[in-house]
């Protein structure tokens, strides 16, 4: 069992990685490359004389050129208790700091294949880059098992990433003599919520961040996760039933947006209802493209909103992303939701460890409280983001309509929850809503973008990003491209042209139909 816990733990970690795929794609036509490069000050092997109380550096070593990174020192060390880090410094050095963020549980291997992809694709373009495991190894402490440390717990929540970008800066001024000019973070899901954490609680750690598919309410997450999971265990969904639920989904809402193009811009624009609109089984008797009366109302708890004492506390699964539902929803083995939740209300929610606790008997009426510890540390909600805007930072955000890992009304309501309390946001955060994508890429939407260039070039040259053109890849060949407008905008058709092309596309508001 342990075993299939630390393949699922490393699986999901390595997941949001992968999401910065394609980040950087646009980079030479930015003409951002810095015609001033910074070389080393002193001696790669130098750097292990830094070790200190703080943090140790076990070791510090040149790595020759390859055919996707130049010449860099790579440093790895541990900053106390257990941090393991990784800086890269390029030999020809553009100024700037480039970090990282984590998936699920974290506790990655630094050397994991796309960490070490994401790293070069860094260094390619001339930034010396960072990346941490938060404090513990997922192979030793498979998903939250690493909480019975209260310090791992704190260092997972948020110190892992402000220590590491503090260590990264001092290291990057030993090895130039000269301070970072600039300092970007990028992550998704889990590296989401620590870019916005990041921002809410130590808002002069980065200029620029990309926050990608947040788990920004990460209790409130787990517990929707719980909600669902009764429901399914009432009346299971079995995955061969999800492409007939899909298609019922698609049949109603594809043209909600006034264009049937395969796609659900916005799902809240759709009147979408599980009994009506769903195939039902004849006289109740189970078949394979149909669904029972029991099953309809494990649908109906699904797409609805979780109350709190009769006030909604958690936004219901929007529709769209019914084919992606297994592994996350459903699954042959143990779907990814319970395995995260278990692990969530027996090591963490509750401040100590109890892995005797049946987390299915948590009452959101009656428990919510004694988790409040737990929300303080590890949800990324606090709207007020004065503090980092009078920094000059800037956040590029974006998630996927049919995301099946988080539910992304939550990016959409802590993004209007930043704007009730601040106002305009224009200025220094914007978010990108994807349709047709999954959890950090994925779907049959417009999934492959750069959203850390027009970052850059936001903070460096002051041009917010008006779009941001993604494209649908399929075979090797790009197949539809898409503008991906600032939120509420959304992409409207003018009325000519392929719906397979973004110059077909312009953002607007789209009018109430």
Not at 2 to 11: C, E, F, T
Not at 175 to 203: N, V
Not at 223 to 238: E, T, V
Request: glycine share 8%.
């Amino acid at each position: 069992m342990k075993h299939a816990l630390v393949i699922l733990a490393v699986a999901i970690a390595s997941a949001s990685t992968s999401a910065q795929n394609s980040q950087f794609k646009d980079w030479k036509s930015a003409a951002l490359a810095d015609a001033t490069q910074a070389k080393p000050h002193v001696a790669c092997g130098s750097l292990v004389a830094l070790t200190g109380y703080e943090f140790s550096v076990t070791t510090a070593t040149v790595v020759a050129a390859s055919a996707d990174a130049p010449e860099y020192c790579r440093v790895v060390g541990l900053i106390q208790p257990e941090i393991r880090f990784e800086v890269g410094l390029p030999s020809a050095w553009n100024g700037r700091l480039y970090m990282f963020g984590n998936g699920g549980y974290a506790g990655e291997a630094l050397e994991a294949t796309g960490r070490v992809a994401t790293a070069r694709r860094a260094l390619a373009r001339g930034f010396a880059t960072a990346q941490m495991n938060t404090g513990h190894d997922a192979a030793v402490e498979p998903l939250a098992t690493f909480a019975a440390s209260p310090q791992k717990l704190v260092d997972y929540a948020y110190r892992g990433m402000h220590v590491t970008a503090l260590t990264a800066k001092r290291i990057l001024q030993s090895y130039y003599d000269a301070a970072a000019r600039r300092s970007y973070f990028d992550g998704c899901s889990t590296g989401g919520r620590q870019g916005l954490i990041s921002a809410q609680r130590f808002p002069d750690d980065f200029d620029g961040i990309v926050v990608g598919a947040p788990v920004l309410n990460f209790s409130g997450t787990m517990i929707s996760y719980l909600a669902i999971q009764r429901a399914l265990a009432a009346a299971p969904i079995p995955a061969s039933k999800l492409k007939a639920l899909g298609d019922a989904v698609y049949a109603r809402c594809d043209e909600a947006d006034g264009l049937k193009d395969g796609l659900i811009d916005d799902p809240r624009r759709c009147t979408f209802s599980a009994s009506t609109d769903v195939p039902r089984c004849a006289n109740d008797g189970d078949g394979p493209a149909c669904f029972t009366s029991a099953q309809l109302r494990t649908l109906d708890a699904i797409y609805g909103a979780i109350a709190r004492n009769g006030a909604q506390f958690f936004p219901g699964w929007p529709v769209g992303a019914e084919a992606a539902w297994a592994p996350w929803f459903v699954s042959t083995q143990q779907p990814i939701q319970i395995a995260f939740a278990e692990t969530f209300f027996k090591n963490i929610a509750f401040g100590r460890p109890n892995p005797k606790y049946d987390w299915m008997t948590f009452n959101i009426d009656a428990d919510l409280d004694k988790i409040e510890a737990a929300h303080q540390l590890l949800d990324a909600t606090d709207p007020d983001l004065s503090r980092f805007k009078a920094h000059g930072g800037k956040i590029v955000s974006y998630y996927g309509w049919a995301d099946p890992a988080l539910n992304p009304l939550m990016g959409v309501g802590y993004f209007e929850s930043v704007a009730k309390k601040m106002g305009a946001t224009d200025d220094f955060y914007r978010l990108f809503m994807v349709p047709g994508m999954n959890h950090c890429g994925g779907g049959i939407g417009p999934n492959t973008f750069d959203a850390f260039t027009p970052l850059v070039e936001w903070v460096e040259k002051g041009t917010a990003p008006a779009s941001i053109v993604a494209s649908r890849i399929a075979d090797g060949k790009v197949v539809r491209t898409r503008p991906l407008c600032p939120y509420p905008q959304v992409a409207i058709y003018k009325g000519s042209g392929s719906v397979d092309d973004a110059a077909s596309f312009a953002c607007g508001v789209q009018r109430t139909r």
